[in-house]
Structures are given as structure tokens and as C-alpha cells.
């Protein structure tokens, strides 16, 4: 596609269940990287893939955060066992192997009850 | 780690001012981005600016690096340039994470 996409748009899950998010990044870009926006937060690192391997993982806040890729391409953020604190906007960016330039997807909103 | 700055935190513009928004970070970078976040969340980049200066249409944008700051120039603001401004810097060569200043706040008013 043109852009970096997300799904779902929106996410309400109850305390304790698990939930996965997806990010679909811009074609031919090998360097994705996901991120959290809390309500009147800024954005914070979460982690960082170059192909399919994750060197930077240092901003997953917990052992319930994990993400994986494969085929270089599609990513997918797996939040087990929600908590409240989980609530926030979460967001995916890409960017091209040597170019510093980031392009951010629509966000997915999760909401834990 | 690099600590990124932005001034002034929440900013209210009649429609048709000018306005300068600022970014100080602590360190050398490699990058820096500017962003808009539109009020449904979206993210649009305006520069990738490491330094030097930049133009597109209304806005410019110039990065010191010897004196680690960057300055968006907004001209002639209309109601759509409403949003939050973020400044973000890459602190290393090649594709790193990008760490946010924590934006400045744009409400432009008709």
C-alpha cells in the first residue's frame, strides 16, 4: 500500500485478556518500529525491528509485551493479560534501510476495561 | 539518555500569525524529524531535518547541530495547522528509534 497501515483502528478489551496488533509497513521499507502514545504522554519506544530480528528491545515495558515479524514485512504486538496502564494509542512506523526519515501508521487505540 | 526539549508547550495563534516553535536536544544526532499530529492521532511528517534549513509552502524548518536546536516556522497559520507539533531525534547512525520531545500544543483560533 502507499502508507503504513494498523489494524484494528480501535480496541476494547476487559482487564486480563490478551490482545494482538498488527502493522502492515510501507513496501520495500525494512526497518519498522513500534510505539506508545499514553493519554497527555508523549511517544515512547517500544521496539525496533531491521528485517525479521528485533536488536532493540529495550522499551517493551513488561514481559507481556511481545512482537514478532516475519517475512520482513508484516508485524504483529501481542499484549498478554491486559492491565489498565495498557490503555493507550499505539503506533507503528517504517523507514527504508540507510535513510533516517520514519513514516508512522493511523495508530491503533486500545482501551482496557 | 538524549533529552529532547520543545517550547513553548501550548501556543494560541489568531488565524493569519506567524509562529516559531523550538526544539533543544542534549546530544549529537543523527536525525530529526518534525511531525503534526492531526486531532484524529495521525502522525504526518513535515521534515527530516538534520540540519540546515528546509522549506514547504508556509512552513520551514532550520536545524543548528553544532548548537543542538531546530526551529518550525509557521506563516500566515489557518485553522487546519491546529494540533501538536513534535520534534523527534535519532541519536545514532542508521535506522534507531526516534525519541519524541513532548510537542507543542497549536490551537489556531479564526
Known amino acids: 500500500g502507499a502508507g503504513v497501515s494498523q489494524s484494528p483502528s480501535n480496541k476494547v478489551t476487559e482487564k486480563g485478556k490478551d490482545v494482538e496488533l498488527r502493522c502492515d509497513p510501507i513496501s520495500g521499507h525494512t526497518a519498522l518500529y513500534w510505539y506508545r502514545q499514553s493519554l497527555g504522554q508523549g511517544l515512547e519506544f517500544l521496539i525496533y525491528f531491521q528485517g525479521n530480528s528485533a536488536p532493540d528491545k529495550s522499551g517493551l515495558p513488561s514481559d507481556r509485551f511481545s512482537a514478532e515479524r516475519t517475512g520482513g514485512s508484516v508485524s504483529t504486538l501481542t499484549i498478554q493479560r491486559t492491565q489498565q496502564e495498557d490503555s493507550a494509542v499505539y503506533l507503528c512506523a517504517s523507514s527504508l534501510v540507510g535513510q533516517g526519515t520514519q513514516y508512522f501508521g493511523p495508530g491503533t487505540r486500545l482501551l482496557v476495561l | 539518555g538524549i533529552q529532547v526539549e520543545q517550547s513553548p508547550p501550548d501556543l494560541i495563534l489568531q488565524e493569519g500569525a506567524n509562529s516559531t516553535l523550538r526544539c533543544n536536544f542534549s546530544?549529537?544526532?543523527?536525525?530529526l524529524q518534525w511531525f503534526h499530529q492531526n486531532p484524529w492521532g495521525q502522525l504526518i511528517n513535515l521534515f527530516y531535518?538534520?540540519?540546515g534549513t528546509k522549506q514547504n509552502g508556509r512552513l520551514s524548518a532550520t536545524t543548528v547541530a553544532t548548537e543542538r536546536y531546530s526551529l518550525l516556522y509557521i506563516s500566515s497559520s489557518q485553522t487546519t495547522d491546529s494540533g501538536v507539533y513534535f520534534c523527534a531525534v535519532e541519536r545514532n547512525s542508521g535506522n534507531t528509534p526516534l525519541v519524541f520531545g513532548k510537542g507543542t500544543r497549536l490551537s489556531v483560533i479564526a
Open positions: 531535518i538534520p540540519s
Open positions: 546530544d549529537s544526532v543523527n536525525n
